[in-house]
């Protein structure tokens, strides 16, 4: 199929392709000192009630609490005190911790306050997690909190979906590496560690493979080498209408071309394919602007489809735009802007010329605003939903 012959696919309509043609990677145990921003693959119980024992919240005194305004002896029989430090067991009977700073000391005497409640300054056992109890949930990415519950609990160990293995190339001979000057005509690869960076963030693992040369055998051979370990293919360049585009066809024959035109402003040529094994190819524009976009609106949500995240897409938040947003005519274009709260509202500032090639555009962008193929564009004053990148 010739380049040009794709159908155009509507936006929505893409991003719904993507996610039906990614699956959930396989599941495998890591140790909790190596899970951090992992997704748990199974439901965690707590095998064992916490605290396991009775504990001491304060240094202190165990006691009855009904004993208090009494003096009372070092040990712990009724009218007697038992001497406890923070975290310490406490003794069957006593029912409440006096603070080390209320009491009067006088040799093996002590003399509590008045008025002490059952429970004072005392963690029952099963207070903080029941026995069974439901205390994380597969989907959940692992973060400080759920990792320290995970090893109060006793588990060294959790199961985890394995994170993507995406191997990322550019194309283009007009690319240079970055660091070199480029003669008249060049252009240094940037994309590269723009998607790196996008790929990171979004929790693969990257297995870098430089410029492929716009010339096909020799791209060939890059991609199916690299497929041999990664899940997923990501390219840049080589997808638009022209001589040079080469990166449908090596994905025709190697898989099956799902998407090869988007109505989307920018990433009209973003290309989607699967390949045997489960394994994915997204083919992203050559402009910079159109490789982030199109990462953000497809690649992103099926990373976190591959990693078993239960949310996939970013949030949205209602926002009032600031300027007057045209619209592409036949495409959906997300637009980059800036945020800012002004009383109870976040108002969105366009982040300048949204030109597909111009990285400011995307350069402290907090959100895309997504505005609907037509003449009709979207008014200033007008409150849209906007997917959230970042929070002012
Ligand atoms: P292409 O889709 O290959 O025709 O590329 C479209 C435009 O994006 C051209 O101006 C390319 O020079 C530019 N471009 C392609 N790949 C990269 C890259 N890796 N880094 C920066 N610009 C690129
Ligand atoms: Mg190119």
Not at 193 to 204: K, Q
Not at 244 to 252: C, F, M, N, S
Not at 294 to 317: D, H, M, S, W, Y
Request: aromatic letters at 4%; charged letters at 20%.
């Amino acid at each position: 199929m010739r380049a040009s012959a794709y159908p155009l696919v509507d936006a929505g309509a893409a991003g719904a392709l993507v996610l039906d043609g990614t699956p959930v990677l396989p599941a495998e145990r890591v140790h909790v000192g190596e899970a951090v921003g992992r997704v748990l693959a199974e439901d965690m119980r707590a095998p064992a009630e916490l605290p396991a024992f009775p504990s001491s919240a304060v240094d202190g005194f165990a006691m009855r609490a009904a004993e208090g305004g009494a003096t009372l002896a070092g040990e712990l029989q009724p009218g007697t005190a038992a001497r406890i430090l923070t975290g310490g067991v406490v003794p069957d009977g006593a029912d409440a911790v006096v603070m080390v700073e209320d009491v009067q000391v006088d040799g093996a005497t002590v003399t509590v306050p008045a008025g002490l409640r059952p429970g004072t300054n005392f963690h029952r056992p099963g207070a903080d997690v029941q026995a069974g109890e439901l205390v994380l949930t597969k989907g959940t990415q692992l973060g400080a909190a759920e990792l320290g519950l995970a090893a109060a609990l006793g588990f060294a160990q959790v199961e985890v979906y394995r994170r993507p293995r995406v191997a990322l190339m550019s194309t283009g001979d007009e690319l240079i590496e970055v660091g070199n000057r480029p003669a008249r005509g060049q252009i240094t690869d940037s994309n590269r560690w723009a998607l790196l960076a996008a790929l990171r963030e979004a929790g693969a693992g990257v297995t870098s493979l430089g410029i492929a040369p716009d010339e096909p055998d020799a791209l060939r051979k890059l991609v199916v080498e690299a497929l041999e370990s990664a899940d997923v293919l990501v390219t840049s360049g080589g997808v638009s209408v022209g001589t040079h585009d080469l990166v449908k066809p090596l994905l025709e024959s190697l898989g099956t071309v799902h998407i090869g035109r988007v109505k989307l402003k920018p990433g009209k040529p973003f290309t989607f394919a699967t390949l045997p094994d489960g394994k994915l190819a997204f083919g992203l524009p050559g402009f910079p602007v159109s490789s982030l976009v199109t990462f953000e609106v497809f690649v992103r949500p099926a990373l976190r489809k591959l990693q078993g995240f239960n949310r996939l897409q970013r949030p949205t938040l209602p926002v009032r735009l600031a300027y007057d947003a045209r619209a592409a005519g036949d495409r959906t274009e997300y637009q980059r802007v800036t945020l800012q709260r002004r009383g109870d509202e976040l108002v969105a500032e366009s982040t300048g010329s949204q030109s597909s090639s111009r990285l400011l555009s995307l350069v402290g962008a907090q959100a895309l605003v997504r505005i609907a193929p037509g003449d009709q564009g979207v008014k200033a004053g007008t409150v849209v939903e906007a997917m959230i990148l970042a929070l002012p």
